[in-house]
């Protein structure tokens, strides 16, 4: 991934699939691609859509918090309400000497992850998924599949 991410001004771009098991202590390895290979790279790991958690390098969350409306969601009670849920589930969580993060049992229990934990590089966010749930919702690719990429290639 080159020179350290967003420490060289390169936007990051996250890709690839892997499945790692989670210690009895939530710690879990983040893959040797999704980081700069430094210990203390940080991340925000919170709720994703689904049945899955979105986990974001510090720089590229603080460009999501940007893109809310923070006055709305601070005096509408539907906004607030709505940001404030995610919020609670949000967390800074920190590489450490051995490539790993903690993942919070009760971020893992709102996704469904047990003792694995499937990583997808999505582009700009790294998506967190219970290998099964994660095998479910993909499925298998086909012709649906097929119809849908002739539209962007």
Same mark, same amino acid.
């Given at each position: 991934?080159?020179? +350290? ?8 771009? %996250? $890709? ?13 390895? $983040? ?7 430094? #210990? +203390? *790279? ?16 510090? #720089? ?7 893109? %809310?409306?923070?006055?709305? #969601? ?23 000497? *051995? +490539? ?9 229990? $709102? #996704? ?6 499937? %990583? ?19 499925? *298998?690719? +086909? ?9 962007? $290639?």
């Amino acid at each position: 991934m080159g020179c +350290g991410h967003e420490r060289c001004g390169v936007k990051t771009s %996250f $890709l690839g699939q892997y499945t790692h098991s989670i210690d009895e202590k939530g710690r879990v390895s $983040l893959p040797a691609r999704f980081r700069d290979g430094e #210990a +203390g *790279q940080s991340f925000v790991a919170t709720r994703g859509l689904g049945s899955c958690l979105f986990l974001y390098p510090l #720089a590229e969350w603080d460009r999501v918090l940007a893109r %809310f409306d923070r006055q709305k #969601a601070r005096i509408d009670p539907e906004q607030r309400r709505h940001f404030l849920q995610l919020m609670r589930h949000t967390v800074e969580t920190t590489v450490d000497a *051995q +490539g790993r993060i903690l993942l919070p049992s009760p971020l893992a229990k $709102l #996704a469904g992850i047990g003792d694995e934990v499937t %990583f997808v590089g999505a582009g700009d966010v790294i998506e967190m998924w219970d290998p099964k749930h994660y095998e479910e919702f993909v499925g *298998q690719a +086909g012709e649906e599949f097929d119809q849908w990429l002739t539209q962007y $290639l």
